[in-house]
Every structure is written in C-alpha cells, then in structure tokens.
C-alpha cells in the first residue's frame, strides 16, 4: 500500500482531514528546506507538496512566482530538489512527498532518470500544472507507474462532468481541486459552490479530493475541512517565508500551520 493510500486511510479511521502545506523547494534557502519539512510535519502537515521552482510558473501568482525566483537564483535544479526529498527521508520514512511543477524540468530531465531518481528519493506523487491527462505517453506512464508514483490532476470549477470522469479515470492519490478561478492567491473561495462541485466529483471517483487555491488562514482552513478529504495551503505559507527572517522562520512558520491544524481539528 503506498504513503498516500495508508495517510488517507489512518486519516479516515480518525475522521481527520489531512492538512498538506505547498512549500517551493530552496526557498528562502536551500539548506532550510529539509528542517522547515520536518517542522511541518511536528506542527501537523500529514502531505508536503514540494515545489519544483521553474522560470516560468504559469498556474502561480506572484507570491509563488517570486518563491521560484528566490531559489533558481541560489542555483536550484530538479535534480537537488530529489536529493533534499532523499534527505528528508533519512528522518520521516512515513510522511508522503508529492512533487509538484511543471512539465519542462522533467522533459529536460528525461522520465526514464526522472523515475529512477525519484523512486531511489521515495517520492509518492507528481503533479505537474501543465500535464493534462491526455499528454500522458506510453512512456511517462510507464516510468511513472513503475515506481510507484501517484500521478495527481487538477479539477478546475470550470470543469464539465464529462472532463471531470475522464480526469478521475487516470488519477491515483488523490485529486487536486482548484477552489478558485485565477492563479495561486488570487480570490476569494466560495464555500457552497465549493461543497456543489466536490458532491459532483465524489460522484466519479472515491480517491481523496484535496483542495487548495484560496486557504489562507487557519478559519477558511477549517471553513474546507468540512467538506473536504484535505486542504491544501501555499501562497500563505510562502509569503510568511518571504517576509520572516530567515532565523525566525523554523519557529514562525510552524506555528502558523499548527494554527490551521487545531482550527481543522475543532470545526
């Protein structure tokens, strides 16, 4: 059974949502993001979606743009972003890791040494922006299946049932579902449209449905926890990152996430 299946499964027996905070990989620093995973975790995290920063971030507002930026500059590569996962692992053999970026770094990469390195750094998903389900080869699919990572899809408010079944058709872990038209940051959510389309979701798919775009703070956290299988938070967290001294972060950043944690937990 992999991470993700059992974390969702020991989540449902306790009848918890799993929190899974976004973080871009060497953002402040690169040798920050090792301990700032662990300290998700110890402050509640049950997933860590680790960004794979990229020049050009389309799906992101400017908050996670600038987070790509900050870490490409310190010399970031998908390659470095694998042996942090690697390194994570030496301490938490438990919590699942889902990548997510886009498409380029991977392409340049070549899936065949993307897979095995990410197999050798126990990575559970990948999630890429600008892969829709219908670009998956007979290649990326079988690297990817073969070891044994969860290939995640995003479910607009835009889309059709009928893209909807066809989506839910080729994702495993879980689903991701963009509560919010725009980019990462950018709107407002609506919680009863957000509780109509995951009730039509649910009615393709018995995976997890995770949803991110638009969580930030601990009450809208807990507002999606209602309803949902996870929440996911980014823009939140990184612009903390941003503006927190660096020395301040492994303590700040932590407390905020426990927040979210005990607001979920109490709803």
């Known amino acids: 059974m992999s991470r993700l299946t059992n974390c969702f499964i020991n989540l449902k027996k306790q009848n918890c949502t799993a929190l899974i905070p976004f973080i871009t990989a ?8 090792v301990p700032l995973m662990h300290a998700l975790v110890e402050a509640g995290a049950n997933i860590i979606e680790l960004g794979i920063p990229f020049s050009d971030p389309m799906a992101d507002g400017p908050v996670i743009q600038r ?3 900050r870490a490409l500059d310190q010399g970031m590569t998908l390659i470095k972003v694998l042996k942090m996962v690697k390194d994570f ?4 053999s438990v919590t699942p890791v889902v990548l997510m970026g886009y498409l380029n770094p991977i392409e340049i990469m070549g899936y065949k040494k993307f897979a095995q390195a990410a197999e ?5 998903g990948i999630l890429r ?10 290649e990326s699919r079988t690297f990817i299946r073969a070891n044994a990572m ?12 009928k893209r909807i079944k066809y989506i839910c058709s080729k994702a495993s872990g879980y689903i991701y579902y963009v509560a919010v038209k725009g980019v990462t940051g950018s709107a407002e959510l609506d ?32 507002r999606v926890a209602k309803v ?18 660096q020395e301040q972060l492994l303590e700040k950043i932590p407390a905020f996430l426990q927040e979210m944690r005990l607001a979920m937990d109490n709803c």
């Not at 692992?89 to 938490?92: G, H, I, L, S």
């Not at 922006?129 to 998956?136: G, K, L, Q, T």
Request: aromatic content about 4%; hydrophobic content about 40%; glycine content about 6%.
């Open 120 to 124: 050798d750094a126990e990575v559970d």
């Open 89 to 92: 692992r030496v301490k938490d």
């Open 129 to 138: 922006v600008d892969f829709p389900p219908e670009e998956i080869t007979s």
């Open 26 to 33: 060497g953002d402040p620093s690169p040798e920050l993001t």
């Open 150 to 161: 969860s290939p995640i899809f995003l479910i607009a408010p835009t889309t059709t049932p």
């Open 67 to 69: 987070a790509s930026e």
């Open 228 to 245: 949902s299988d996870a929440v996911i938070v980014g823009s939140a967290l990184i612009n903390l990152i941003e503006t927190i001294p």
């Open 191 to 222: 919680i009863d449209s957000l509780t109509d389309k995951l009730a039509e979701i649910r009615q393709f798919t018995k995976l997890p449905i995770g949803v991110g775009f638009g969580i930030k703070d601990a009450k809208s956290a807990a």
